[in-house]
């Protein structure tokens, strides 16, 4: 007979806990911080042109030094910048056949991503293939067909 009365008083304390918590999360979810290395929203306003030669591809697997995924050190007229391709199998350098010392032209917007400035590549076009790697709200296109690899264009008739 105690133990029903102790669950009884275990439950009615319980529902009294769920009723003050409850209607407080709304509030609690909209005062939550946002993050600082969250990437902002694809702005296809923003986007740019950048064409370069690339000096060097690496692949980053922690947050710590930057966006996760592979990367380009691109040398322009203007400097060097750091262009992010995505994460991945499918944006693998060597499965687009990438290489340092390749032209390439990259289309895509600069943002910030843990105080570092990266452009979030959208479209990479080389010499003879264009690689459609975001749709125009950046999400990885691999995302909408996971198991298909970015397909290249045909070749285009003018070189870069």
């Not at 008083?9 to 005062?31: E, I, T």
């Not at 030094?65 to 350098?93: C, E, K, M, N, Y």
């Not at 687009?96 to 843990?114: C, E, F, I, S």
């Not at 990885?140 to 008739?157: D, G, I």
Request: aromatic share 4%; proline share 8%.
């Amino acid at each position: 007979m105690g133990s029903k009365r102790g669950a009884g008083k275990a439950m009615a304390a319980l529902s009294l806990c769920m009723a003050m918590v409850l209607p407080a999360a709304p509030l609690l979810a909209r005062q939550a911080p946002r993050r600082s290395n969250a990437l902002p929203a694809y702005d296809l306003s923003k986007e740019l042109k950048v064409r370069g030669t690339i000096g060097r591809i690496s692949t980053r697997s922690s947050s710590a030094d930057g966006l996760p995924g592979t990367h380009l050190l691109l040398h322009t007229d203007r400097g060097t910048l750091d262009a992010h391709l995505g994460w991945g199998f499918s944006v693998r350098a060597e499965r687009m056949r990438l290489k340092a010392g390749q032209p390439v032209v990259l289309t895509g917007m600069m943002t910030r991503y843990n105080g570092r400035s990266v452009l979030v590549v959208r479209i990479l076009t080389t010499s003879s293939h264009i690689y459609v790697l975001r749709n125009e709200r950046g999400l990885p296109v691999r995302a909408l067909t996971p198991s298909a690899p970015p397909a290249p264009a045909p070749p285009l008739e003018e070189g870069l």
